[in-house]
């Protein structure tokens, strides 16, 4: 076991070192000098000059990307050129948000979706299952930028219970209605997609485990229902376990739009108002780092995963 | 049980007669045949990529024509506007119809590219495996590394926005997912006895390729790929909605959403509707590719 987690880690470092060099390289994908977007479009050839020496962008593109990357690694990403702001702090101050929206989500999924695909999966051909598959596919289909502007509709202009968009304060109190208010309609639309996903999952994992031969074994000895069920859940878990972990590296970095709309602001609302703004240096920031927590995430559940189950464990 | 035998039981008696009647697409004709869900929602599909090939004959309305005296009228408005008018004025349904054209384009387009790159760069990664496969296949896994919204949204947000640029994004987005199904599809194939016996044959590595590998890798890759343009449609829709795709005033549902997100005070139903485009066309093209991907499944 031990062997595998460090093959794992080991495995992740030249992922992770790609990513890096992807956003990195994202700078010129820009049209034109990446200086020309600090800079006023008359400014005469030295200013530029001078620029781009303060910024190393004189020296060959390797040299500039191991300096970027020995300044990322110790924590400092920049300044906004919006506000002028380090880029660290921006983050910070916004990534609690986002990952307090993504748990959140991916909670409330898992309850919604683990009940209605193991219903399905034991039901599995039934009109019930259909119905169940049918919520799914609805779930995977909707798009979540336009569930969050009906939500909106709904609750904030006709029935007038619920805040369209912000929040109530800088911390986040959870004792506090006033707070808890701004999170109910972010949680519920960012929570359909995974609930598609996590409730197919779980109804193909019962249904396939409901038909083992255990359950016959189980059944054959007398266990009421109940108590086969429960022998089934306990088997189809860990998969499920694996899909819920994923969605939430997936939330992570997915949850721009729906940010945006509900001004909600954590990581996402950051990064699309650094696009708005042509903000390299924040939106650079801030992918690599939902970049790398996707990467961390995906790792975690493997390792995680083949510790409950080594049979899974990959090469 | 005893129904669950007797269910079992008719089709069998009928799959018995199958394989020396139909051949393999035939097989599969036959059970799509008797799949309404996917007949329903594919009809629909086909209904909703004609509106959009001919938005040009079908809109009632110039889908530019902007009028400050009518600005987001509801629905039916002078039995003239059938799904109202939006925050400049303009015809709707027109707007939706010639916007169908460019969100299918943007959610299509990519799609076959992808497949076409991706799949290419998988059969070769698969078929040739060692090194090629390890280079190719390694930095693949570096674009997997990011959630496909947060590529899609990087690459464009860099490159500036617009049409082109975000269709070139979410091309990038879907070649790795593509070029590991078509990989994973060739190594399997790779590795069966027919393949084997006809380069055993001295047959050159081309034609092996053509005949026996492409046939069999091409069923997993397509299927996979119509599951891509569902998620295609609502990317491209989604960065056209954070203003890094199709720019005004051209019509796209996403970007139509965006803009009227500012009237939902005053005319909700209307600015609803890009969106109820969206997930409507979404529905169907995953129910399809459902259907699809059933129906080809030669184990059931």
New interface residues.
Partial sequence: MFGYVIRRLIAAI???L??S???YL??Y???GDPVQTLLPPDADAETVDRLKRLYGLDRPLPVQYIEWLGRVVSGDFGRSIANGRPVIEEIQRSLGNTVLLATLSVLVAFSIAFVLGTIAGRKAGTWLDRVVTGVA??G????N???A??L??IFS??LMILPSSGTAGERFDPTSWEHIQYLILPVITLSMIPVGIIARTTRSAISEVMNQDFVVTLRANGLPEWRVLKHAIKNALPPVLAVMGLQF??L???S??VE??FAWPGSGYL??K???T?D?PV?QGT?LV??MI??VT?LAVDLIQSTLDPRIRRG | MSTAVSDTAAPDAAELALPTQRGYWGTVGYRLRYDHVTLFFGALLLLIILAAVAAPLLAPFDPYQESIIRRLKPPGYQDRYWLGTDELGRDMLSRLLHGGRITLTMGILPVIIATLIGGSLGVLAGFAGGVVNMSIMRVMDVFYAFPSVLLAVAISGAMGGGAVNGMIALTLVFIPPLCRVAETATTQVRNLDFVDAARATGAPMHLVVRHHVIGNVLGPILIYASSLVSVAIILASGLSFLGLGVKPPDPDWGLMLNALRQAIYVSPLVAAMPGIAILITSISMNLVSDGLRAAMDVRS
């Fill in positions: 030249p992922i992770a790609g990513v060099m992807i956003c994202l700078v994908l820009a049209p596919v609805l995977v289909s909707v798009p930028y336009w569930l502007i009906v909106i509709i202009v006709e590296g997936t992570m970095g997915g721009i739009l945006t709309v990064l699309s650094a696009i708005l042509r390299v939106l992918i939902l970049a996707f990467v995906n």
